[in-house]
C-alpha cells in the first residue's frame, strides 16, 4: 500500500476536534478546516484545476492560503508559492517558467500590478463559505508525488524552482518532531511567509502531528507579542531580526514555551544567549511565587529550500553549552564536508556541505523532466551541494562558516548578489557592478552596491532606484549606491568582491 | 533512495550520547549501545548468521536482548522471539515452523529443557565485550525487509506466525508518537517482555524518537516501584493486572509521569478512574508546596500483533470524558466495522472489525510465501479482518465489544463473555471475573464462570447468581459457577482463557 498524501483526509479521521488553526480571534478544528477545504476543491475543480496542474498562489498568510494547499494537495494540483514583494517581471518569469494553469491572488496584493489576465483568478472568502462542496478521494495520489515547486533566488540570476515532494515533507516533519518534540497540545507560532518553506513547512508539519498553527499575516511586533501573551504558544519559528525585535520589547517569555526555532541566517551567540537569559513568566500559586526554571529556549537550525526546511539543528540544551554551532543533521539526513574535487574531508577541516537523505530533493525544476513520466525521474539523488562552507566537529556537529561565497541574507531572505547585479548592469548606463552584503543591525546583512557607468553617460543614485523598484522585488534593492569610475579587480581580472565590500563599508 | 532499516546507525549519528537503555543501576547512551551491537553482529557472523536468516531468540528481558534486535537488523536477519513460558514441544514446533537457522538463549532459560542441540547457541556477557566488532553498512537492507516473526496463540490450535516489517514498525512508532507526544527526555518504563509486541514496539519506537527505555526483566512490583520513584519515568506501558497491582501499593504517581499505555485487555473504567484519581507527587520548593495538576494520566488502547502493537489509542484527557472507548484508529490506520458478509455498517453498529494501514502485515507467516521473491507477497493487503467484535460511535471513536474467539452462542443467541464479567465484577465481593463457553449438548455452548472473590469475604455460589439473575437476561446466566483464590494468568498478565475454560471443563 502506498502512503496517501492527502493528510487533512488523515488526520481529520483521527483527530477532527483537535484545533488546526488559530488566526487573530478565529480558530478552527481540522474538521472545520476539512469542510472548508472540500469547498475550495470545488471551485478549482471549477476553474479547471486538474491532477498535475500548476497552480500559482499569490497571497498574504491566510485562512484561505492554508485552505489552498491542502485543496491543491488533495487533488494532485502542485502549489507554486508566490512571493508577495516580487515586481511583475519577476512573477511573469516564474509563472511561465513552470507553465501556472491558474494564478489565484487576493485583491491586495495585485492593486499595482498589471499583469492580471484572464489565467488570473481572485480568491475572497466565498471560496471558503460556497455552496458547493467536493469530497475527493483520490487513492492515486502517494507520497511521492510533488507538494510545490517554491522558487529560491538563483545564483546565475534567476530565480530556481524547487519541487519538493510529500516525502520531503513527511520525513523533515518526522525529523524535526522527534528532535524537538512533539506535545499534543502544541501550538506553533508561524510569523513566516508560506510562499518562504519554513512557512510552508510548519503547515504539514501540525497537520502530521495534529497539533495547532497560530498563523500570522507576517512578523508584526505587536501582534506577535499578543498572541505569545494570550495564547497557550509552545513553539515559534523567527529569523534572527525578528528574535531581535521581541527581545527588545519582552521582559519575559511566556510560561508555555517551550522552544524558538532559530533560522534562516547565522544566529549570533550573543543574540542566543539574550534569547536564552530572558526569564519566563513567574506564576503565582497561593501567594506563593513559583518561577519556571528557565531552561534554554532556542534551537538554532541549518535549513535550505532543497531540503524541506531544517538540514541540521540543535536543541536548546546543546546550543546553550555550544554556541555558534548548528547541530547535528536531523535523523535520516546525512552531511559530508568535501573538497573542491568532491573527496570527503576529516573533522575540523573546512569544506563545501553536502547533504544527503529523504528530504532532499532530486534536483531543480526543469519543465522537460518534470513532465516527463515520473520513473525517470530519480526521487532522491545520492547528493546535494549546498555551496555553503562549513565543518563538522568531533561530536558531529555542524559549524556554519559562510553561506555560499557571496550570498545575502537580509531579514531571512536570501539575496543573490548575481540577481541585483544582472539587474542593475541591465540599465544602458552601467557598464558593470558589484554587490555585496554589509551587516546591519537590524537586518543582518544590508544589500551594497557598487556601479560602474558607461563614459560619458549621466545617472543619478535615484535614477538608478527608480529602475531597481521595477525589476527587483524590495527586499532585493541595494540600500547603498556607490558610482566609481572602475571597480577594483582581482590580479586575474576578476572583480575583488573582498575590496568591493571593504570601500563599501567604510563609506 | 530507499529508506534504511538500520535505525540504531542513524540514531547514533543524530543523537549519540542521549541514554538509549537503562536497566536496574545501569545505564548505556545510543553510542555505547551501538558498540556492543557491532560486537553481537561479529558474534552473529561468526556463527554463520546471513541476511535473511530466521534466528530464535529465548531470553528475558535483558542488554543481551536488546543489543540482539539491533545486531539482527543490522545483518538483515529476521528475529524469532520465542515466549520464555513455552513447553519444549511447543518451542520445537516454533523454531521449526519457521526453519530458524540459530537459535539464541541463556542459560537459566533452558535448564530444564532437553531440546538444546547443536542449533542452539548460548548467549552470555562475552557477547557483548568481546574483541571482535563488526561495522556493517548494508545498503541493501530497506524498510520493507522483516524484522521479526513474533508467534500470537492462535484460536484454533496452534500459534500463528507474525511477520512484522520494518515499515510496520515505522508508522506505529509514527502514529504513536504524534498521538500520545515525543519529548526528548521521555523515558519509558517498559515490563513487558519482548517476545511480546507491547515490549518490542517500544524498542524500536525510543530508538526512532531518540528517547530512553527502562527495561525491566518482568514485571516485578518492587522494583517497579523503584523505578518510578527514583527514575524520571514519563511514559509506562501496562495490562490492566499490574495496572491494578501498583495501585494497590502506591500513594502517589511521580510528577514526572505523563502517560500510562493501558492495553492487552479491556480495561475497566473503575480501574482507569482509579489510576487517574491518584495524585501525583507534591513538590515543595521554598516551603511551598506545589501539587502538580492532576490530569488524567491512562491511555486505553487496542493493539494486535498483527498491527505491530497499537490500533486505537484513546488520549487521556478523552478517555477520562469517555470510559470505556478505545479511541480512535491512529493516523493513516482505517478501521471498518463489517457483518457477517463483508458489508460496511453504520456507526453504532456491532460487527467485526476491519483494519487496514501501514501498520498492518500482509498475511501470517506461510514457509513458501516468506521465502519467494518478496516482489510476489504484497506488503501491504487491502484489509485486516480481527475477528473482534466493535462498533464506532458517532465520533469515530471505537468500542471493544468483544474479541471474536470468546463468543458463546448459546440456543442461538449471543453472549459476550464481557457482559457477564462486568456484571459479575458489580457485586462488591467480586475482585475479578472470566466467563467462557463450555460445550453443552442441548444448547451448544453454556456460559460458565471463575471467580476471584476479595480476599477476607464471604459469598454463597446461589448468593452470586441471584445477583445475577437481577441484572441479566437469562441466557446470559452463569450455569456454572467456580470460585478460586486467584485467576490464572498468562505470561504477560492476561487472563489465561483457554486454561480457564480447561479448569471450568474439568469440573
Request: glycine residues 6%; hydrophobic residues 30%; aromatic residues 10%.
Given at each position: 500500500m502506498m502512503m496517501t498524501s492527502d493528510w487533512l483526509t488523515s488526520r481529520v479521521q483521527a483527530s477532527p476536534q483537535k484545533t488546526a488553526l488559530i488566526i487573530g480571534e478565529q480558530q478552527w478544528t481540522y474538521a472545520e478546516l476539512d469542510q472548508k477545504v472540500n469547498r475550495v476543491c470545488a471551485r478549482l475543480v471549477d476553474a479547471g484545476v486538474e491532477s498535475g496542474d500548476f497552480v500559482g498562489v499569490l497571497m498574504p498568510n491566510c485562512l484561505e492560503y492554508v485552505c489552498l494547499i491542502h485543496a491543491l494537495a488533495r487533488l494532485g494540483a502542485i502549489l507554486v508559492p508566490l512571493k508577495t514583494r516580487l515586481s511583475a517581471a519577476e512573477l511573469q518569469w516564474q509563472i511561465e517558467h513552470v507553465g501556472c494553469k491558474l494564478v489565484l491572488y487576493s485583491e491586495e496584493l495585485v492593486d499595482e500590478l498589471s499583469i492580471v489576465n484572464s489565467q488570473w483568478s481572485m480568491v475572497n472568502e466565498s471560496w471558503l463559505d460556497g455552496d458547493l462542496s467536493l469530497t475527493i478521494n483520490n487513492c492515486q495520489l502517494t507520497i511521492d508525488n510533488y507538494q510545490a515547486v517554491v522558487f529560491t533566488s538563483g545564483t546565475s540570476g534567476k530565480p530556481k524552482g524547487v519541487p519538493l515532494t510529500f516525502n520531503n515533507h513527511f520525513y523533515s516533519a518526522l525529523a524535526s518532531g522527534y528532535l524537538l518534540g512533539v506535545l499534543p497540545d502544541d501550538v506553533w507560532l508561524s510569523c513566516l511567509p508560506l510562499y518562504h518553506v519554513g512557512g510552508l513547512a510548519v503547515i504539514w508539519r501540525s497537520c502530521l502531528y495534529g497539533t495547532a498553527v497560530n498563523l500570522h499575516?507576517?512578523?508584526?511586533l505587536e501582534d506577535v507579542n499578543r498572541a505569545l501573551d494570550s495564547l497557550p504558544i509552545t513553539l515559534i519559528s523567527l529569523v534572527p531580526t525578528m528574535l531581535h525585535r521581541l527581545l527588545e520589547t519582552r521582559r519575559h517569555w511566556p510560561?508555555?514555551?517551550?522552544?524558538i526555532l532559530l533560522g534562516g541566517a547565522a544566529a549570533a551567540p550573543e543574540l542566543v544567549e539574550r534569547a536564552n537569559g530572558l526569564e519566563r513568566k513567574q506564576l503565582t500559586i497561593d501567594n506563593c511565587q513559583l518561577s519556571i526554571v528557565n531552561s534554554p529556549l532556542v534551537a538554532p537550525t541549518y535549513g535550505l529550500t532543497e531540503a524541506a526546511s531544517q538540514l541540521a539543528t540543535m536543541t536548546p540544551a546543546e546550543a546553550a553549552q555550544k554556541p555558534g554551532s548548528v547541530g547535528k543533521p536531523l535523523l535520516f539526513t546525512g552531511v559530508e564536508i568535501v573538497d573542491e574535487n568532491g573527496r570527503s574531508l576529516p573533522p575540523n577541516a573546512y569544506g563545501e556541505i553536502v547533504v544527503t537523505g529523504p528530504t532532499v530533493i532530486a534536483g531543480y525544476f526543469n519543465a522537460q523532466r518534470i513532465t516527463d513520466?515520473?520513473?525517470?525521474?530519480?526521487?532522491?539523488?545520492?547528493?546535494?551541494?549546498?555551496?555553503d562552507i562549513g565543518y563538522l566537529d568531533d561530536d558531529g556537529d555542524l559549524w556554519l562558516v559562510q553561506r555560499r561565497s557571496d550570498l545575502i541574507v537580509s531579514g531571512g531572505e536570501n539575496v543573490y548578489p548575481a540577481e541585483v547585479e544582472a539587474a542593475l548592469k541591465?540599465?544602458?548606463?552601467?557598464a558593470n557592478a558589484c554587490v555585496v552584503g554589509l551587516p546591519d543591525a537590524e537586518w543582518g546583512q544590508k544589500v551594497a552596491a557598487m556601479v560602474q557607468l558607461l563614459p560619458e553617460v549621466s545617472l543619478t543614485e535615484s535614477e538608478l532606484l527608480a529602475f531597481c523598484r521595477d525589476r527587483l522585488a524590495r527586499y532585493k534593492q541595494p540600500r547603498l549606491l556607490k558610482f566609481v569610475s572602475e571597480l577594483p579587480l582581482t590580479a586575474?581580472?576578476?572583480?575583488a568582491r573582498q575590496e568591493v565590500m571593504a570601500q563599501l563599508a567604510d563609506d
Open positions: 499575516p507576517r512578523f508584526i510560561a508555555s514555551l517551550r522552544l513520466s515520473d520513473s525517470s525521474f530519480n526521487p532522491h539523488p545520492s547528493s546535494f551541494h549546498t555551496g541591465r540599465h544602458p548606463a552601467v586575474s581580472g576578476k572583480i
